[in-house]
C-alpha cells in the first residue's frame, strides 16, 4: 500500500471518528434536560451572600524565589507543603508563617507535592520522571538538607501530579506525561498497578491531574490533554471504568466532591464542569462572563471544594481567583480583585482540613492564606 493510500485511509478513519463523536456529543446532549443551575433557580434558590471580611488575606508566606507551582495542607495541622520552580519545597506553619522545612530537590522542575496521610512525610515530582518521599523527622545533614528516604522510578515521562490514598502513607498514585497512573508501594518503591497505557481504555495523551474519592479510597479520577476525565479502580488496573467528556481542551485541574459521588474538574478551555460519578452525565458548566481586557479566555488551573460542597474555588491563569455557588453556577466573590491578591497566574490552591482557609499559590512567587 502506497503512502498516498495510507494518508487517504487515515483522513477518512478520523473524520469517521469525529462523527462519531459529534453524534455522540448530540445524544448526551439530549439526555441532559436540565442542570443544577436551572433546577436549583426554578425552586427558588439564589446565590450565597459574601461580605466584604467573609473571605479575606490574612497571611502571605513568602520565602521562594521562584513561581510557586503546587501547594497542599496536612490532613490535620495547619502545615502546608509548597513546590517552587526554585528547586525547593517549603513547609509552613499557616497559623504563624513560619517555615519549619527547606528542602532543597535533586531536580529544581518540580509540579507537584503532597504530605503523606499522617503528615509526616512529603513527596514531589517533575520534569526527572521520578517521585521523591521525604521523611520530615529525618536528620538534616551538615546543610541542613533533609535526604530523599525514597525515589519512585518508572514513568516514562514527567509526573504531573501525586496523592496519597487516604490513611494510607504506604500506597500513593502519580500522573505522567507518558500517559498513565501509577500505583505504588512507597516503603519498598515498587510498582503496584499501571493505569493506562497499553490498554485501550486509558489517556490518549499526557495525565496532568488526579484526584482519589475520601469516601472510596479505590476510586480515583485522572484529567488529561486528551480533553477527557476517566473514571479508574484500584482493584481493575486492566481498563478505566468511565470516561467523562464534556471539555474542549487539556483538563488541568481534578477534584472530588466531598460526597465521593460526583467531581469537578477545570480545563484550557476556561470552563469547570461538575460530573455525575454514577451516570457518567454532566450535571453543570461554570463559564466566565468574557472580559474586554481578556485577550483570550484565561484557563482554569486548579480546582477545590468547600467541606459542604455549595462553593467550589477556581484559580486562573490571569490571576483571578473565582468562588463559585454550584447550585446555582454563580461567582459569588473573585479574590483575585480583593485587597493584596497575587500579581501572577494562580496555580494552584487547596483548602485546610477543616475547611476554615484556603490557600493560594501563584507564579509571583507567594503564597497566600
Known sequence: MSVAE???????????VNSLRERLKQRRQLLLDTDVATYTKNQGRSPVNFSATDLVCCRTLQGHTGKVYALDWTPEKNWIVSASQDGRLIVWNALTSQKTHAIKLLCPWVMTCVFAPNGQSVACGGLDSACS?????SQSDRDGNIPVSRILTGHKGYISCCQYVPDQETRLITSSGDQTCVLWDVTTGQRISIFGGEFPSGHTADVLSLSISSTNPNMFVSGSCDSTVRLWDLRIASRAVRTYHGHDGDVNAVRFFPDGLRFGSGSDDGTCRLFDMRTGHQLQVYARQPDRN???????????????GRLMFSGYSNGDCYVWDTLVAEVVQNLGTLQNSHEGRISCLGLSGDGS?????????????
Open 357 to 369: 482557609a484556603l490557600c493560594t499559590g501563584s507564579y509571583d512567587k507567594n503564597l497566600k492564606v
Open 6 to 16: 495510507l494518508k487517504e485511509k487515515h483522513a477518512a478513519a478520523t473524520a469517521t
Open 133 to 137: 518521599v521525604f521523611n520530615l523527622s
Open 294 to 308: 481578556d485577550d483570550e479566555i484565561p484557563t482554569v488551573t486548579s480546582v477545590a471544594f468547600s467541606i459542604s
